[in-house]
């Protein structure tokens, strides 16, 4: 494709400490994702893909239609901007995956969100 979309992802997490039981094993993380739209067209988010995994390796795989119930599009020069949250056994872990994306000639990509670590602050470092 000569004009490629360009999507940067970024993302930040944070413990959900208030939400979190560590005496059953409930580690609760909040991950704010933004995405920019780069490029000269529209582009519209249609699933997602994340792959959870904890801090004794067991993997969780997430998919589905949109985020937080929507679709959105990102017009040219612009972002979209979403919290959700994600449930883990152990203080420490990783999420990474992609978002499926249509451009403004229907063709179907994806955009890999880069790996972003789950951690309690104390193991922050």
């Known amino acids: 494709m000569l004009d490629a979309p360009r999507i940067i992802v970024q993302v930040q997490s ?5 939400q979190s039981l560590p005496e059953e ?3 609760v993380f909040a991950y704010t994702v ?21 801090g004794n390796g067991r993997q969780t795989e997430v998919q589905g239609e949109g985020v937080i119930g929507e ?3 990102i017009l040219p020069s612009g972002e979209f901007q979403y919290t959700s ?8 872990g990783t999420m ?11 063709h179907t990509f994806r955009i890999a969100i880069p790996v972003f670590r789950l951690a309690i602050p104390s193991l922050i470092n």
């Open 14 to 18: 944070v413990y959900a400490e208030s």
């Open 25 to 27: 094993a409930r580690f």
């Open 34 to 54: 933004t995405l920019r739209n780069l490029g000269r067209f529209n582009v519209q988010l249609l699933r997602r893909y994340w792959l959870i995994t904890n």
């Open 71 to 73: 679709q959105p599009l």
């Open 85 to 92: 949250g994600a449930i883990i056994e152990t203080p420490c």
């Open 96 to 106: 990474e995956g992609h978002y499926e994306m249509v451009d403004h000639q229907g």
